[in-house]
């Protein structure tokens, strides 16, 4: 499994090239913003382990950048401890956040953590509808042949209805399934990541016919379309 490390630190970049190398993982590191998006475009890592704080690209430029047509697990590590900071962070597009310094225990659980939460590219589907496709394996979505950009929540949603082809996938699954059982009263936030799901995906965002609403019950993927 590949890892991107990027920090402008050259002591915790050597120290975390050492860790992970010591666990098996393919290393590659970047000493800036820039060269940690190059890294990731180049190299199409299974995960990528971010500091905020770095020349030439901060860390939230470069989850941008990546969340522009990836979505390539992203754990950041900083010292950066405000909690506006590390919220910033998760809404840009960050799957985990770790505050320095950290215990090397704890780093290798979110890693593992992140990895589990992503499937093998090569044992994965493609699933298509209208112009879009949706590749499991890559965890990337286009549309017209042109990438899609989702937030992690999004992906999570979208993945776990085309996964389950014209069934129906109850409000309580997925609220379970990407927030937690203590959050199946929450269908308000799921209504507005569905919505903004066919802002993105469908033709005609008012009338869906690919993600539909199951009235009372939850939602269904349909791949050939729902005719109206």
Same mark, same amino acid.
């Given at each position: 499994m590949?890892?991107v490390?990027a +920090? $402008?630190?050259?002591?915790?970049?050597? /120290?975390?090239r050492?860790? !992970?190398?010591?666990r098996?993982?393919? =290393?590659?590191?970047?000493?800036?913003?820039?060269?940690?998006?190059?890294?990731?475009?180049?190299?199409?890592p299974?995960?990528?382990?971010?500091?905020?704080?770095?020349?030439?690209l901060?860390g939230?430029?470069?989850?941008?950048?990546?969340?522009?047509w990836?979505?390539?697990?992203?754990?950041?590590?900083?010292?950066?401890?405000?909690?506006a900071?590390?919220?910033?962070?998760?809404?840009?597009g960050? +799957? $985990?956040?770790?505050?320095?310094?950290? /215990?090397?225990?704890?780093? !290798?659980?979110?890693?593992?953590a992140? =990895?589990?939460?992503?499937?093998?590219?090569?044992?994965?589907?493609?699933?298509?509808?209208?112009?879009?496709?949706v590749?499991?394996?890559?965890?990337?979505?286009?549309?017209?042949?042109?990438?899609?950009?989702?937030?992690?929540?999004?992906?999570?949603?979208?993945?776990l209805?085309?996964?389950?082809?014209d069934?129906?996938?109850?409000r309580?699954?997925?609220?379970?399934?990407?927030?937690?059982?203590?959050?199946?009263?929450?269908?308000?936030?799921?209504?507005?990541?569905?919505?903004?799901?066919?802002?993105?995906l469908?033709?005609?965002?008012?009338?869906?016919?690919?993600?539909i609403?199951?009235?009372?019950?939850?939602?269904r993927?349909v791949?050939g379309?729902?005719?109206?």
């Open positions: 590949k890892i490390v +920090d $402008d630190d050259r002591q915790i970049l050597g /120290a975390l050492i860790i !992970l190398s010591a098996s993982y393919d =290393v590659v590191v970047a000493a800036n913003g820039k060269q940690a998006l190059e890294k990731v475009i180049d190299g199409h299974d995960l990528v382990v971010l500091d905020l704080g770095m020349p030439e901060d939230l430029e470069v989850i941008d950048a990546i969340r522009g990836s979505t390539v697990p992203i754990l950041v590590i900083s010292g950066r401890a405000d909690s900071e590390k919220v910033e962070a998760l809404d840009r960050a +799957d $985990d956040y770790v505050t320095k310094p950290f /215990a090397t225990d704890e780093l !290798l659980a979110r890693i593992r992140l =990895v589990r939460r992503t499937p093998a590219s090569d044992e994965e589907p493609r699933v298509s509808f209208d112009d879009v496709v590749d499991l394996g890559a965890r990337r979505v286009t549309k017209d042949g042109h990438p899609v950009r989702l937030t992690p929540t999004e992906w999570q949603i979208l993945s209805l085309v996964r389950n082809p069934r129906l996938v109850t309580e699954a997925i609220l379970t399934e990407v927030w937690g059982p203590h959050h199946t009263s929450d269908s308000g936030y799921l209504r507005l990541y569905l919505a903004q799901l066919r802002k993105k469908e033709p005609e965002p008012s009338s869906p016919r690919f993600l609403t199951e009235s009372g019950m939850g939602y993927f791949p379309g729902e005719q109206s």
